[in-house]
């Protein structure tokens, strides 16, 4: 089985962006290690703290966090990161080409519950006559270069892409390496299962309760089958349901805030994980617009996600336009 590093040689990716992914492979091998040790390495549990988006900080959202940040800033070719931890982004090597963002640890709360969660990250190039400043991560996610998870689960996977198809790398343990376990990974354009927090029903827009009420019909009801439901409460884990057996997952505009309205971020999540499911002929949407379309404000901007199985992203997307333009009838 290969290695990551020879399959991105193989690939002709950049010698720096290589050298940045292995930064990222480092991060993984040190962060799973904690998970795994669980109570054992005091990581469970949280701080007193808050991050800048006004959640409580887990230990390991702050470890992950300081791990990542150190090793990837140790690597000469990344100029600056960005995090959900970090208030501000954080400067690296002036001469450096890359860009990071990251969520260190994505699914906080299935932490304490010895549950999945993962680290998502975005790379991004630095752009021609930039500011030095956080301008340089406000591209759309159409200019990523490398993204991908890594999911710590019973075993420990990274799903990656250089836009050169989705891939999926599994730790060897015994050896500390990824080895490619599957490649050119394609999701089914149609599917029957489809995952979205329904506690958060009655705040959706309205196409979306038509659209999710419809799936609940199954048979009886106009799209005339069953649709199953899960719901892993960490996006790297759903998506990963997604890429294995396909799926929709959704995290939608909702109404219970009103300076809030959508729950997970741009940067680090939603793009990362828009262009791995582009590449595995899928699609990712706003509710508004292609997410990797979208022109970015600010590092920590929140989106809606509406990701998949191409078909049924498409249907999604027809019942939020139905509803929006009066037609109920979709
Ligand atoms: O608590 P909810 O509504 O189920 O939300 C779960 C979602 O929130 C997240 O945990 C947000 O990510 P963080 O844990 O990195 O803040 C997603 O991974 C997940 O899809
Ligand atoms: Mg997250
Ligand atoms: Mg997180």
Known sequence: MQRLIP???HDQVD???ISVINSLQICAKEISFRVGQGELAGVLGSTLSENIQGETQKKLDILSNQLIKEIL????HVRAVASEEEEGIVLGNEQGKYLVAFDPLDGSSNIDINSM???IFS???VPENNSGDVDMFLQPGKNQVAAGYILYGPSIMLA???GQGL???TLDQTVGEFLLTKKDLK???ETSEFAINMSNFRHWQEGMQLYVDDLLAGTSGPRAKNFNMRWVAAMVADVHRILCRGGLFAYPWDARSANKPYKLRLMYEGNPMAWLIEQAGGAAHSGEERILDIQPTDIHQRVGIILGAKHEVETCLRYLEGSQSGDKTV
Do not use: K, Y
Request: glycine share 4%; aromatic share 8%; net charge negative.
């Open 123 to 125: 790379v991004l190039p």
């Open 167 to 169: 891939r999926l790398f």
């Open 7 to 9: 399959t991105l040689r």
């Open 187 to 189: 999701i089914e354009p």
């Open 117 to 119: 969660v993962g680290t």
């Open 160 to 162: 990656f892409t250089t």
């Open 73 to 76: 800033l140790e690597c000469q």
């Open 15 to 17: 010698e720096a962006l």
